[in-house]
């Protein structure tokens, strides 16, 4: 009978030391996920784990950070937002403007997150007055997009006539769309 006590106090024993063992690998692992700051001391276990818990509400934190810049960027509003002068975050009338420079024509297109079938009709139009797009891009600054078109315009017959035509459909859509 003193056999089996001490058989199982040895299991126990064991049992005890593989759980050990299997926790100082997992505090390791998870150790390693950490990125360190330059300390050369090794620091002690319930530092480790401070620093990992501050490390995954920091990557939580950064996470919220990106969903909220996602759907701003894409136009999405939360239905709890906080709404400006009565619209909607994001919205805002378009603006352009236009400055010919010879046979080349700079568009400049300020319009809310919510606009972009402007970015895409602004280059229709440029295209069917015979407008060649050299460069197209946007920059956006909270809640307003910059777009910015330059474009060669061809051959013309009568200097500015095809840059004023081109003038002239542009305020229009713009105008289109403040008065929706």
Do not use: W
């Not at 926790?23 to 002690?44: A, F, G, I, R, W």
């Not at 300020?110 to 139009?125: A, H, K, S």
């Amino acid at each position: 009978m003193e056999n089996n006590p001490s058989s199982s106090r040895t299991d126990r024993k064991t049992i005890e030391k593989n759980r050990r063992n299997h926790m100082k690998t997992l505090y390791s692992q998870l150790n390693s996920l950490v990125p360190h700051h330059t300390s050369k001391e090794m620091l002690s276990l319930p530092d480790q784990l401070d620093e990992a818990t501050n490390h995954i509400k920091e990557l939580q934190k950064n996470l919220e950070k990106m969903k909220m810049k996602k759907e701003r960027l894409m136009g999405i509003e939360k239905p709890n937002a906080s709404l400006r002068s009565g619209g909607m975050v994001g919205s805002r009338s378009p603006h352009i403007e236009i400055h010919e420079m010879g046979s080349a024509l700079e568009v400049v297109l300020i319009t809310g997150l919510d606009c972009q079938p402007m970015f895409n009709e602004t280059i229709r139009v440029l295209h069917e007055e015979g407008a060649e797009v050299v460069s197209a891009s946007f920059s956006v600054i909270d809640d307003a997009v910059f777009h910015t078109f330059h474009s060669k315009v061809g051959n013309q017959s009568a200097p500015g006539h095809g840059t004023a035509r081109i003038s002239e459909r542009l305020k229009k859509l713009v105008n289109g769309a403040n008065s929706f």
